[in-house]
Structure formats: structure tokens, C-alpha cells
């Protein structure tokens, strides 16, 4: 096959895949497999540029020399030796003659190989491509072993897949791990301090600490491995953090991020902006109220003592004092929560006072025939709050009847003619008393 063009453009091509068995026979018959084993060998003659420089192991290769091969070199052989390949080196262009190839812008020859690395791999039994592999032109004579001299060209696998023609720059591979302390969870505000170790000691350059992909205040230098930021700026809320290490010379170490690191910040818990108090009336009858006020709370819950001792049922802000508070002393606590935790705030004690008198919604009366010698009977009427016990003291005409405190009372001769009432007095646990008295009743 002839090209007719004198110009092979460093572009990409489809190669041409040939069948192994029709190779190896056209390099029986040109004698191609003896690589130089007897006879005059020269040195290398030069170089040749790989295209495309970087490439994959599918990419189709062209090599182009530096110059022509020198007379009376009519043909050449190129060889492929590297990791997976014969000691020797692997034939990729069998024994051929120059002038079938184009002549390149620099005077030199331009090669296509006609496989890909990937099909001469599968040739020489192996599927991992590694390290640096090397093609050796050899210019030559059709038959017999005399080379006149070799152009070389090395391209390096920095993966299984990928290759470049420039050998790659060995950099130390570094690590860097990120702790904080305190440890999660936190409450906002705290002062978390950030420290990344970065791996080796040696390795100089720079650490970025991370919130998500919001940065952390500046980037910190490392010094002997370790680079410290303190933040307290972290809001509320579920965090992942991160350290990058960015080195000084890329060529000597290389870069590298830390692990995410997950961290909780959780919001204060309460604080009391006024402490709890009782207000109100402290006194038997009267509602007092449980007054505070927290900040940062989603709750506030209340409990009421009594000397001392939580009064079971009583959870309400307010509360109605009862006749059985009278004297004892009465305090309330105020607790406030949110989802970190809660604050109580507990009021003085004050002493319940005795509750108002009881006062007559109905006036008592005298039930009975109002006649000497007929029990009169004394109806309380009603009260409020309402009474418990009462006591009666019977009147005529304004004045005291000696003796007459009972709830009855019968009329004896001195009664007849004269006006009767009836004083109730109207007793409740812790209140004061209340009074009244009945109208008037004429005895016959």
C-alpha cells in the first residue's frame, strides 16, 4: 500500500486491523523476525513524535522520526518492548519498505501502526497496560540481519486505559484527615476548633476548611503537618465539613481532600429574659398567674407548689386559690424547652392571704307559724363562695335572746307581740366570715 499524499497530519485515525496469521507469514517471508541478531548495528539515529500525544489504548498511533534513515536502508521494522511484552519486543510493523510511506514536513517518515496498543496487548497474552512502552524503528535492508540504526519514541500508560507521550512527573500522593473538637453535637456559638493532619509531615502548601462548599475563613498554611482553624460561626443545622489540601508545588506533592466529616449544631437552649413571678392577688378566691418570659423557646410548661411541694395536677398559667392555701405559702415554675434542652425558672414564695368575707346572695329567713309555741326555723339563704357551716343567734325586736343559736328556736310568752329575726353567720375554710339577717317576723 502506497499513501500519495507527502503530508500525515497528526489527527486520529481508524486503524487497520490485519489478521495475525497473514502478518507473521509476509514476516517470515521478508526475514523481518530476526530484530538484529548479527551483522552491524548503528546507534540511535533520533527521536520520533507519537500522535496523538495523549490517547487512549483504542487510539489509532502514527509515529513520524526526526530524519530518513540513513543509505543503504531501503526498509524498516518497528517493535514495541514494555510490561506484557517478549523481553525482546513485540513486532506492531512487520519489515517494509520506506517508500511506501509518506515523508513527513520535517524530512522524517511518517508510521502508522496499524493495531492499537489495546490489539497488540491481546496479541502478547495480557490485558493490563502499565508503565512506559517503547517503539523502536529499525532501518534495514529487505532480507539479511544489518540495521543502519534506530529511531525511538516511549509513551507511558498512567492508566490501564489512558496514555501520553511526555513522561509523567512523579509526585508524592499526600492524605489528610479533619477532626474537631468539641465533638458533635454542639450547642450555636461554640468555638469548634478544626484541625487537619496532612500526610506526609514534609508535604507544604496550604489547607481550605470546608462547610458543604461554603469556605471557612482564610486558607491556613501547614506547619509540621498541621493546619488549626476555630470557628463559631457554624449555624444550626446538620453540617458536613472538609479539608483541602492544596500543596505549594503541584509537582512535588500532590493534592488532596479529607473524609466528610458530619457535625451537628444545635440550637441554645432557653435563656430567662425575666425570671418567674406570682402575680395577682395572693389571697383565697383570687387567680393569680405565673408570669416569665425565655428566649429561644418553642414551649413553656408550669407547675404551682405549695410549701415547697409540687401540687399534682396543677399545670395551668394560672391558678385559683383555694381556702385550704390560706397561710401556706404558694410559688410557681416556668419551664422552657426548644429541641436542645430546657430551663426552669422558679418564682419566690409569697403567703396566701385569707380570702374575702362570704357575702349573701339570698337573705336568710324564718320558716314556721309565727305563733308562741311553734318552732321557727332559720333558713342560711345563699352564699358566696359558698358556705360550710354557719351559726345563728335569734333577736326580738333587735335584741339578743339569751341562749337562742341554734338553727330552731320556739316562742315563749315574751315573744308574742314582739318582732323575731334570725343572724347567720357564714363560715368557708380560709375566708373571712360573712353575715346577715333575716327580715323581721311579728309573733301571735
Given at each position: 500500500m502506497r499513501f500519495t499524499t507527502t503530508r500525515f497530519t497528526k489527527t486520529r485515525f481508524k486503524a487497520v486491523r490485519i489478521p495475525l496469521a497473514a502478518t507473521l507469514v509476509s514476516l517470515l517471508a521478508a526475514g523481518s523476525l530476526a530484530l538484529g541478531t548479527g551483522g552491524a548495528r548503528a546507534d540511535v539515529l533520533g527521536a520520533m513524535e507519537v500522535a496523538p500525544a495523549t490517547g487512549t489504548d483504542t487510539s489509532g498511533i502514527l509515529l513520524t522520526t526526526s530524519g530518513t534513515c540513513p543509505e543503504p536502508a531501503t526498509n524498516l521494522?518497528?517493535?514495541?518492548?514494555?510490561?506484557?511484552?517478549?523481553?525482546?519486543?513485540?513486532?506492531?510493523?512487520?519489515?517494509?519498505?520506506?517508500?511506501?510511506?509518506p515523508s513527513a514536513q520535517n524530512g522524517g517518515i511518517a508510521v502508522p501502526l496499524t493495531q492499537t496498543m489495546r490489539d497488540y496487548a491481546s496479541t502478547a497474552g495480557f490485558t493490563t497496560l502499565q508503565g512506559r512502552y517503547d517503539f523502536t524503528l529499525t532501518c534495514r535492508m529487505p532480507f539479511g540481519s544489518t540495521t543502519y540504526g534506530d529511531f525511538t519514541a516511549p509513551i507511558w500508560f498512567t492508566s490501564d486505559t489512558t496514555y501520553q507521550s511526555t513522561e509523567p512527573v512523579t509526585v508524592t500522593p499526600t492524605t489528610t484527615q479533619l477532626t474537631a473538637s468539641p465533638g458533635s453535637p454542639v450547642v450555636q456559638g461554640t468555638a469548634v476548633k478544626l484541625t487537619a493532619a496532612v500526610t506526609p509531615a514534609t508535604a507544604t502548601g496550604t489547607v481550605s476548611f470546608l462547610d458543604g462548599t461554603t469556605e471557612l475563613g482564610n486558607p491556613v498554611t501547614v506547619s509540621g503537618g498541621k493546619a488549626t482553624l476555630t470557628t463559631s460561626s457554624l449555624a444550626v443545622g446538620a453540617h458536613t465539613l472538609k479539608a483541602r489540601f492544596t500543596p505549594a508545588d503541584p509537582a512535588v506533592y500532590g493534592a488532596s481532600d479529607s473524609r466528610p466529616l458530619p457535625y451537628t449544631v444545635k440550637i441554645k437552649p432557653p435563656a430567662v429574659v425575666s425570671a418567674a413571678k406570682v402575680t395577682g392577688t395572693v389571697r383565697a378566691g383570687s387567680t393569680v398567674t405565673c408570669a416569665a418570659s425565655f428566649s429561644g423557646a418553642t414551649s413553656v410548661s408550669y407547675a404551682w407548689l405549695k410549701d415547697s411541694k409540687v401540687i399534682s395536677g396543677a399545670t395551668a398559667k394560672t391558678r385559683t386559690l383555694s381556702g385550704t392555701d390560706y397561710a401556706h405559702k404558694i410559688a410557681c415554675r416556668a419551664t422552657a424547652t426548644n429541641s436542645t434542652g430546657s430551663t426552669p425558672s422558679t418564682s419566690p414564695a409569697v403567703t396566701v392571704a385569707l380570702g374575702p368575707a362570704l357575702k349573701a346572695v339570698t337573705k336568710p329567713s324564718v320558716g314556721g307559724t309565727h305563733k308562741v309555741g311553734y318552732k321557727q326555723t332559720a333558713k342560711p339563704g345563699t352564699w358566696k363562695p359558698s358556705a360550710t357551716s354557719y351559726s345563728y343567734v335569734w333577736k326580738r325586736d333587735g335584741k339578743t335572746i339569751s341562749r337562742a343559736t341554734k338553727s330552731t328556736y320556739t316562742p315563749v310568752r315574751a315573744d308574742r307581740g314582739h318582732r323575731l329575726t334570725v343572724t347567720v353567720t357564714a363560715k368557708r375554710t380560709g375566708y373571712a366570715k360573712g353575715t346577715a339577717t333575716s327580715a323581721s317576723v311579728k309573733i301571735g
Open positions: 521494522i518497528i517493535s514495541v518492548r514494555g510490561s506484557g511484552f517478549p523481553a525482546e519486543g513485540q513486532i506492531v510493523v512487520g519489515n517494509s519498505p520506506i517508500s511506501i510511506y
